[in-house]
């Protein structure tokens, strides 16, 4: 039998690709996921005002339903490029920003939610929502290479003198011409 129409049982000690499973009220099992979000605050925020705004960022995640792993302080940076931001109806260009990240766990219905509100925050530049695992994975790095340093005085390549046969040097060019 193919087993159409029965479910399947899952139980609680089953992993699905770093999935987390929540038990809602009336039951049944609703999928949660684990995201990460990126955002950049506007910059004309001094520091406290931009640590409020993470703190506000932070219990509204909380409220829809978040659980939060870990979580980065903004610091501010410099941009790679110019952003432009549109806030009613003016257009304002950024180049330096606070960046700051939080890790949560989060039913999966609800992320549209969290989207939504984001982009009606006028306080953010950007943001950017992953889904990514538990672990963060640190990256290897390459062995630093040790150089030697070298010397200032020009170094002298020493060429062996002899004497030259012409017919010899003649000789070779053709050989060199005619292959």
């Known amino acids: 039998m193919l087993g159409l129409g029965k479910k399947k049982q899952i139980e609680p000690t089953d992993e699905i690709n770093d999935e987390v499973m929540n038990l809602s009220d009336d039951g049944s099992i609703s999928e949660s996921r684990i995201y990460e979000v990126s955002y950049l605050i506007v910059p004309t ?4 005002m931009t640590v409020e705004e ?3 960022i ?3 995640l909380t409220e829809k339903g978040a659980e939060i792993l870990t979580e980065g302080t903004p610091k501010k940076l410099l941009l790679a490029y110019p952003m432009r931001k ?3 109806n003016k257009n304002t260009v950024y180049t330096d920003a606070f960046f ?3 890790k949560f766990v989060l039913p999966q219905e609800k992320i549209n939610e969290i989207k939504e509100a984001f982009d009606q925050n006028e306080k953010l530049i950007r943001f950017l929502i992953i889904k990514t695992t538990k672990e963060t994975p640190l990256a290897k790095l390459a062995p630093r290479r040790i150089y030697k340093k070298r010397s ?5 390549i020493k060429e ?3 004497p030259i046969d012409e017919a010899q040097v003649d000789k070779e060019i053709e050989e060199l011409l005619i292959n």
Do not use: C, H, L, Q
């Open 160 to 162: 062996e003198s002899g």
């Open 58 to 60: 932070r219990a509204f």
């Open 45 to 48: 925020f001094t520091e406290e």
């Open 152 to 156: 200032d005085e020009p170094r002298i």
């Open 54 to 56: 993470a703190v506000k």
């Open 100 to 102: 700051g990240w939080i």
């Open 86 to 88: 549109s806030v009613a």
